[in-house]
């Protein structure tokens, strides 16, 4: 989304990736074994993690960062509330977040909105919403 996001104090990104990697702990990744943790910080203060959470029927699977997103908007939280997000993985390289990821990202979260990428060797890469899906897909919002 255009609009700019709440200000945040940088160190937050480094509190949000230990929550993140943290929620990694917690994946149910039978099938893939991948595991994936993320950590979403709201406007208000609260901070929201996910893992991924796979199923036999693959197509059902979902990523940590969606696991993250949707828990804070279950809990309350609305479109344009998040500061920043944080996703990490045991990868050689910063995680790189799917497209579905992206796509969701670019719906609820402001365009220049934080992400903190991140590997298990505490490698990070800062990028943001729309540096991960330029000219994403929007509907117009109803007034
Ligand atoms: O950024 C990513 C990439 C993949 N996955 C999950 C989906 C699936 O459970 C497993 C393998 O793709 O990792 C995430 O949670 N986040
Ligand atoms: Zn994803």
Redesign the pocket.
């Known amino acids: 989304m255009p609009a700019t996001p709440a200000a945040f104090d940088p160190s937050s990104l480094h509190d949000l990736m230990s929550l993140a990697r943290r929620a990694r702990e917690l994946?149910y990744?039978p099938?893939?074994r991948?595991?994936?943790g993320?950590a979403v910080l709201t406007r208000d203060g609260r901070q929201f993690s996910g893992?991924?959470?796979?199923n036999a029927a693959y197509g059902l699977?979902?990523?940590?960062?969606?696991?993250a997103l949707f828990s804070a908007i279950a809990a309350g939280c609305r479109r344009g509330d998040f500061v920043a997000l944080a996703?990490i993985?045991d990868t050689p390289d910063p995680?790189?977040?799917?497209g579905a990821?992206r796509q969701v990202m670019s719906e609820l979260c402001h365009d220049a909105m934080p992400v903190l990428l991140g590997n298990l060797h505490g490698d990070t890469e800062q990028t943001s919403v729309a540096a991960l899906l330029p000219g994403s897909f929007q509907l117009p919002m109803p007034a």
């Not at 893992?51 to 796979?54: Q, S």
């Open positions: 994946a990744a099938y893939s991948f595991q994936v993320a893992c991924n959470v796979e699977c979902n990523c940590a960062e969606r696991t996703v993985a995680v790189s977040p799917c990821c």
